[in-house]
C-alpha cells in the first residue's frame, strides 16, 4: 500500500461523512459536488489554509507535525481510535515507520496463555497481528471452528469469519461482525504499514469476499474493545454472548477475547450445555491441543 495515497484516502473518507449544518457552517449558494465538507470548510475549522491541507490529502505536504493533526483529527470529530489511526498513517507516509514489520511468528505471552489456562468454563481465545488465532480454548472452539485443526497459516480470525460459509450460518450479527472486524484490519495496517502477511491476507479477502472490498474501502478503524455477539450453535440452537477484549498495555498486538453467557437464563443454560460438551470432546484430544497452544507461547 503507498501510505500518502492511505492518509489522502482515510481524510477524505472522514471528511465526507461530516455535515455541515451539523458543525456550524452556514449553507451558501453554491453547488455542492463533494458528499460532506469541501477542502476549505475543513481547513478552516482546523486552523490551517486550505492549499496546505489539499497537499496533505495530494501525499505532497512532507512532515507534518503533532499540533496540525491534533488539529484536524478535532474538526474531524475522530474518536480516540481513528486519531491513533490519523497518527500512524502520517508517520508511515512520511517514513518515520520505515523499518519492517517483523515476519517471525508471533509468540503467545506467557502471562496470557497461562490466563487462558484457567478460563475453562467461557470460551476464551487470543489474537495476535492480522487477526491471528494465537490460541484458543476448548468452548472457544466449539462456539467459532476448531482452529487447532486448521493449517498454521490459515489461523486466523477474519479468514474464518469473511471466507468460511459455516461463519455466516452461526454468527447470528454476521454482517456488523464481520464490518467491524475488517475495521479491525484497517487498525492493524495502520500500524504494520509493512507486514507483507497483512498485505497477502487483505488480497485474499479482496479476491475471495464479496463483501469485504466494499468495508475496505470504507476506511473504518475499530479497536477491540466490548459488547455483546449473538451466536446459532446446532448444539443448543441460539445463545448471546458478552464479550470483553483485553491487551497488556506493553502489547498491543495481542488481545485476550473472553465471551461470558448474556443476560437471559437460557444463555447461561445453553453455555452449559456447550462446556460440558466441549469438555467430553477435548479429552479424547487434549494432547494434541495442549502441545498446539503451548508450541505459541512467547519464548523470551
Not at 495476535?128 to 476448548?138: E, S, Y
Not at 477475547?257 to 462446556?275: F, H, I, Q
Request: aromatic fraction near 6%.
Amino acid at each position: 500500500m503507498k501510505q500518502t495515497a492511505e492518509l489522502g484516502e482515510f481524510l477524505r473518507s472522514r471528511r465526507a461523512r461530516l455535515q455541515p449544518g451539523d458543525l456550524g457552517i452556514a449553507p451558501d449558494a453554491r453547488p455542492r459536488r463533494v458528499a460532506g465538507l469541501r477542502r476549505e470548510e475543513l481547513s478552516r475549522l482546523a486552523g490551517i489554509s486550505t492549499e496546505y491541507y489539499t497537499r496533505l490529502e495530494q501525499g505532497r505536504a512532507g512532515n507534518v507535525s503533532e499540533e496540525i493533526l491534533h488539529a484536524l483529527a478535532q474538526a474531524l470529530r475522530l474518536d480516540r481510535t481513528e486519531c491513533a489511526h490519523l497518527m500512524n498513517l502520517a508517520s508511515a507516509a512520511t517514513g518515520a515507520t520505515r523499518r519492517r514489520s517483523p515476519e517471525r511468528p508471533q509468540r503467545v505471552r506467557p502471562g496470557l496463555w497461562h490466563l487462558l489456562e484457567t478460563l475453562e468454563h467461557v470460551p476464551a481465545f487470543i489474537l495476535g497481528r492480522r487477526t491471528d488465532v494465537l490460541a484458543a480454548n476448548p468452548l472457544a472452539r466449539t462456539v467459532l471452528t476448531d482452529f487447532d485443526a486448521l493449517p498454521a497459516n490459515q489461523r486466523n480470525y477474519a479468514r474464518y469469519l469473511l471466507l468460511d460459509p459455516a461463519a455466516q450460518e452461526r454468527c447470528l450479527d454476521w454482517e456488523r461482525t464481520a464490518a467491524e472486524t475488517v475495521a479491525m484490519l484497517r487498525l492493524d495496517a495502520g500500524r504494520h504499514p509493512h507486514d507483507r502477511q497483512l498485505t497477502t491476507l487483505i488480497g485474499e479477502l479482496s479476491v475471495h469476499s464479496q463483501q469485504f472490498p466494499l468495508w475496505w474501502s470504507d476506511h473504518q478503524v475499530r479497536q477491540r474493545t466490548h459488547g455483546h455477539k449473538r451466536y446459532h450453535h446446532p448444539l443448543v440452537g441460539d445463545i448471546t454472548f458478552r464479550y470483553e477484549c483485553l491487551s497488556p498495555p506493553d502489547d498491543p498486538d495481542q488481545t485476550l477475547c473472553v465471551y461470558t453467557a448474556g443476560p437471559e437464563p437460557s444463555d447461561r443454560e445453553n453455555l452449559a450445555l456447550l462446556g460440558s460438551w466441549a469438555e467430553r470432546d477435548s479429552t479424547s484430544d487434549v494432547g494434541t491441543s495442549h502441545n498446539t497452544a503451548r508450541d505459541s507461547m512467547q519464548q523470551d
